[in-house]
């Protein structure tokens, strides 16, 4: 007898099809097993059934006529690559940040001793963050008693604990007499940590050096006997030249750095890309720091690089949003197979693979997907790229899905990578690239991996080219690191390195081995963690180096908590109170956790949201039990769906687990047997045993633990800030949620351990900001939250952004100080450029009010709104920025004029509106023409717009001699083009008479005649 599963195996099809047959053959019987015995005539109706019940599941190969079209993908045109220089090139002078730094601090820094190479090292480390960001970056402690306001700064050696950079900001007491200015830190002294209590005198502003970036650089970087602010492995890839580069690291690895670093051999206009706005933010100001003089530097996300080469490409939505939408799309197909309830996963292939992946050039063996993409193009190539690595279910399965996704849809989940490839396909044929980046002599691009294939090809294909002014082609350098991909691209260094080697020419490799963030026991507990990657085939898993080195020197801590089934609450808390981050090992945030969290004021993420971020103490929940489970499937997930959702799932625990700096709380919900044997692989040595740091700590002595002095509040809310910095620019809650905490933990300025000066006007100003970008972005509390960031501004000191807020306060109530606050918005943006994502999203909140309320307005409320447009301006990229909705209020306005009839001041203000119009529509013109009777302009106006009965009419009232008015009644076809005719003759017979020719009598005779006809006027 044959069994479902032999006959199954016999035809090649799941059990499922086999099962499904019998069902509809033989109602009444479930065949559930797959052992069940079938009869000759069962057999029999399989046999009969299955091709039919396999077109159901499958398109069939008639459905696919896309035509195989070659496109080979251009290399280099025989353009050098623009030259840069052998050493880092000084900054420029006159940074905005300067150092103080004291005669102690410059001895210890050009003594010879080897023993202090790596101190020195670390001081230099923190002396170039200081100069970019104005203070210390991360684990900044206070001092109490005598040395009351000094900050120090961790530099290392003997555990990372002993020895610290002393320092402090503008407005601290301990250096007062010193008559800092805004921008001014001074840099004191190195100690051990031994002589903390000791007291420390700033002494004379003729005790420092006072050093810009170039005067830094020159002074205290340069000659042989410096030490090296780069690791040895970053300073063996920054020699390792070669214009065309891959770098490749683990989290903490210092990618960045090193990129940042390269752009000072360059004196030229350069790029520097990374995926998030808050990281492009910080690398912008990097730049503007050490740039070299005559360089022009821009740093630019990958979205808004895109954006600037195509206007208008579309922007994905993030990752959980999209995949809700997906979900809703395509629910209702009933043959998605594997990917049934799999949501995340279907999202990552068809992002990653399909559309993803298909590019406008062969490639790999693959057909080149004709742009536009249709369906059937895209098919054949995914079918022809996954044939390998999926089973043919699948790869049906996920084509019935893309097609069932709706137009709208697609172009909102997958629109931006639609117009990544038109955009290749523009750029392979020579079209033109936008000024702005047709120039550069080097592109940099940050966290590569965050980058589909058909978007690295649109990146490839702008350094292809040689720019106008050079006929050199820029430099290209790419870092990332493979398993951080969790952001659905499938990111595989192997393709990236063949599309830039066809295109660019062999790229030189550089790995950088080290963690430079994370203290050795987290490093060690991250390695660990490699294991995971055991679920999966090799060829699933990323390529790289599999183990960081422990290069940093500092211990930390690893807790386990225990948080039972009911204590989230509780930790959440402890967590809100300590301004630490809570991280969820996965791609989304359950609603459960992030209800909690929310209850306890707490910051929660998931891993996509945290990737590129440090924080001193990070809460990770649950990783044992994701681990438990991983680990449960070892070998099961060998391709196929598991294999995406295992890769997804083991790139996310990796990421969560890289954040903390310093002490790193792993949360079970419980920590039970199971957990608890995860946890204990992860967090062994190699010997076997636990790692020294690790601990397990009850719920209850959790806040003890991580209880702090108060000279501490100083790190912590240093800590804040730098996650302020982080994701300014991306998450306003979050930001906004930050600084509240940070705020809280400033202290009395009357009391020991309070955060004093400079540091704590930054707190101030990072929450006014905060509060104005929440402000903008959500009507929750809007009112009071411009209050209060008014509030906390003029504290910081920022007296124009302070008074910015109220001006946007007043301008949300009514028309009469409009004008003002968008003027002040401009005059702040453009004194400020730091600001311009900020003013932009302000202005756009002033402007949709102004269209919210636009149906109430009066003429002086239309007045004030384009006099306030008018004040705008439009000579610069922030008021270019708003040019659209200005466009789009002013045709209202000028609307709104015409539709209430004659009138100097309305005409007055729609003429004024039209002027400042991308190209209103003529009609309207000529309406406003001819209130202002500019007779002979509304008539050209209305035949321009396909109105000559208007342009009659204005002609037949308006123009002394009927001419005109006959030519526009015939081209219109009127009815009266007849009686224009006649008067025409008419005026041309009166016209031939003189006066002369005429008798008295006549005259009269002439008028009387006019008189009886036309009646007396």
Known sequence: MTTIKQLADEHGVPVTDVKVVLRKAFPGNEFKSPDYALDPGQVAAVIEGLPAQRATRRPAARDVRAERVAVPLLGPDGAPIAPSTARPVPPRPGSRVKLLVHGDVVDFLTDKR???????????????????????????????????GWLRAPVGDNGGSHYYLWHALAGTGCVAELALGRDEVVVRAVRHHD?????????????????????????????????????????????????????????????????????RRHTGPILFMTFGAAQCAQGQRWLDSFAPAGQVPRALTHADFLARLAPGIPVAPPLDLAVRDL????????????????????????????????????FRGVAAVADPGTHDHLERAYRQRRAASLSADAIDAAVIAARAVPPDVRARLFGDLDAARTLATTLQRGGAI????????AILIDEVQDLTLVEALVCVLVARRPTATTGSRPAFHVAGDEGQTVRATDFDWGELKDLINQALGTPTEVELPGNLRSPRVITHVINNSWALYRSVDKSDRPRGSSMAEVTEAAIGSVLWVDAGDDGLHDICAVAADHGAAIICPGVFVPADIRSVAQAANATVQAAPDAKGL?????????VGRRAHALAATDGAAAGGVRAIETRLAVDAIRVALSRATETLVLVERPLDAAAETALRTLCRAADGRLLDGVVTVDRTELASRLDVDTQDRVEIVSAALEEFDAVFGDDAARALRTMARARGWLGDTDRAGAVQGELRLKVYRAHGLALLAAAATSVDDREARLAAANRDLHLGKEQDLARLAL??????????????????????VR???EHVRLGLALMELVLADIEQRAEAFELRDWERVVKALEALGTSDEFSRGGAMRRSQLCLAAAAWAVAQGPGKSVTTMAAAALAMVDAPPPALRARVAERREAWDEAIELYREAGLPLEALRIARERDATPGRALELARTAQAPDAGVLERLARV?????????????????????????ERFGKR
């Not at 690791?231 to 750095?257: C, M, W």
């Not at 995340?344 to 068809?350: D, H, Q, V």
């Open 987 to 1011: 005026h041309a017979d009166l016209a031939a008479l003189a006066p002369r020719d005429l008798t008295e009598a006549e005259r009269i005779s002439l008028v009387q005649v006019v008189r």
């Open 807 to 828: 001006e946007i306060r007043d301008a949300l109530k009514g028309t009469d100080k409009l004008k003002a606050g968008v003027q002040r918005i401009a005059e702040v």
């Open 831 to 833: 004194t400020r450029p």
């Open 327 to 362: 979900r809703a799309a395509v629910s209702h197909e009933p043959r998605l197979g594997p990917w049934r309830d799999r949501w995340t996963a279907l999202y990552a292939e068809l992002r990653a693979w399909y559309w993803g992946r298909a590019l406008p050039v062969d």
């Open 195 to 263: 002589d903390t209590k000791l007291l420390m005198s700033a002494g004379a502003r003729t005790d420092y050096l006072e050093l810009d970036a170039r005067d830094y650089v020159d002074q205290l970087e340069s000659g042989d006997g410096a030490a090296d602010s780069l690791s040895d492995p970053q300073r063996t890839a920054f020699e390792a030249g070669g214009s065309v580069s891959i770098t490749k690291g683990h989290p903490g690895a210092g990618k960045t750095t090193l990129h940042l670093e390269r752009t």
């Open 614 to 622: 440090d924080f001193r103490v990070a809460f990770v929940l649950d």
């Open 114 to 148: 080897g023993d202090l190479r790596s101190r020195q090292a670390a001081v230099q480390r923190l002396m170039r963050g200081m100069l970019v960001e104005g203070r210390a970056q991360r684990s900044v402690k206070g001092t109490i008693g005598v040395n009351r």
């Open 434 to 441: 936008p000024a702005e980046l047709a120039d550069f002599e």
